[in-house]
């Protein structure tokens, strides 16, 4: 935590992930809505709560503070947007919504127990309140309620977001084993965040495709550009961790230095660096050194790892775009391409 407020408080006018302009494309961006699928949004929060309605009674606080944890709708929005941009939105695209966030809800939780986080959206996280066993059966029932909402779509439903989940695990698995590995690829960092992030929105994108009528080949470029949007965003997250405001944020930040899990800036970094200069440095974050955070800055400075990682993460973005000419022109699709840009400038 530590190092991010450093990061925070020495990168304001700089960092690239610094506030845009009110004028500035980015400025729109930030503020992208989500209005013309809130009241769909809206029923599948609903489909979310009654399903967790019966546990009320014996675990209400622990129940309502899940409403904390559903901030940003994305997943959701994605599926219902790309269902909107093809004309048609049913029953069915409420209920597998609301499964997909209540998939990505449960990731949460569990990924709080991982990183021993300590806040989430300005709140206590639920580990922080109630530990880290009633957070992992939490997460638990949250998952098998979400097989069980997809189950009564039908069984292409339960396979798309079963297959989904299962590369969210083991993205989060590989993960957490490739933690300490201070030599760590580009190429397995991709491979950890195309599970742990791509894949549940790629699984929003074909799910709103498939169950509007699209055909198996618009339903993949829709999942493509879910999927690049994802890693886009993923990779604006980790630079948030490095030099994000955790007042603008809302979450614990720095976690990923501080538990020796290596971004792509930090990747970029060390293989940048003359190779003493590295080695110390891998030695400092080993040790978890005092004043870490200004020499990893003064690091990824010397580098320009941070510029390199907005460039990569402005890439997907972009890639993300090309998928979307599939689609006729519409406000929804207007949407859709106005979220390719704010993936990569938000400050949350």
Same mark, same amino acid.
């Given at each position: 935590m ?8 020495s990168?304001s ?6 506030s845009?302009?009110?004028?500035s494309p980015?400025h729109a961006?930030a ?6 699928? %809130?009241?769909d949004?809206a029923?599948?929060? +609903? !489909?979310? /709560?009654?399903?967790?309605? @019966?546990?009320?009674a014996?675990? =209400? ?12 709708r994305l ?8 269902a ?5 939105v ?9 499964a997909?966030?209540m998939i990505h809800t449960?990731t949460l939780v ?5 990183d021993?986080?300590?806040v989430?959206?300005h ?9 880290n ?11 098998t ?6 189950s009564?779509?039908d ?7 079963g ?12 993960q957490?084993?490739?933690r300490g590995?201070? %030599?760590?690829t580009?190429?397995t960092?991709? +491979? !950890?965040i /195309?599970?742990?992030?791509a @894949?549940?929105t790629?699984?929003? =994108? ?8 699209a ?17 886009a965003?993923?990779i604006?997250?980790d630079l948030?961790d490095l030099v994000g405001s955790e007042?603008?944020?809302g979450?614990?930040l720095?976690t990923?230095?501080e ?6 800036p930090v ?6 660096l003359?190779?003493a ?7 400092a974050?080993r040790?978890g ?7 990893v ?5 010397k ?7 907005r460039?990569?993460?402005?890439d997907?973005?972009?890639?993300a ?7 006729p022109r ?7 391409e106005a ?7 938000r400050?949350?």
């Open positions: 530590g190092t991010a407020m450093y990061f925070a408080s990168t006018s700089a960092s690239p992930v610094s845009p302009s009110p004028t980015a961006a503020a992208i809505t989500f209005a013309p699928v %809130a009241s949004i029923i599948a929060d +609903d !489909i979310f /709560d009654r399903t967790l309605a @019966a546990y009320q014996p675990f =209400g606080s622990l129940i309502e503070h899940l409403r904390h944890y559903r901030g940003k997943r959701p929005a994605l599926l219902l947007l790309t909107k941009a093809l004309g048609k049913s029953s069915a695209h409420h209920t597998l919504a609301a997909v966030e449960a569990h990924d709080d127990v991982l021993e986080a300590e989430r959206r709140i206590p996280t639920v580990n922080a309140g109630w530990g066993k009633i957070s992992i059966l939490l997460g638990d029932m949250l998952f309620h979400a097989f069980h909402l997809a009564s779509v069984r292409r439903a339960c396979e798309i977001i297959d989904a989940t299962n590369r969210v695990c083991a993205g989060e698995l590989r957490v084993t490739e590995n201070l %030599a760590l580009e190429a960092y991709f +491979d !950890i /195309d599970g742990k992030t @894949a549940l790629e699984c929003a =994108g074909r799910l709103g495709a498939l169950y509007a009528g055909s198996e080949h618009v339903a993949a470029k829709l999942a493509d550009y879910c999927r690049n949007l994802g890693l965003f993923q604006a997250d948030l007042d603008a944020a979450k614990t720095g990923d230095l538990q020796q899990k290596l971004t792509l990747i970029h970094c060390l293989s940048r003359p190779a200069e590295a080695e110390a440095l891998r030695t974050i040790d050194e005092v004043g870490l955070g200004r020499w800055l003064l690091a990824l400075e580098t320009q790892s941070l510029a390199y990682a460039r990569k993460a402005e997907f973005a972009r890639a775009r090309q998928e979307l000419e599939c689609l519409s406000e929804y699709r207007t949407i859709l979220m390719t840009e704010w993936s990569v400038r400050e949350k």
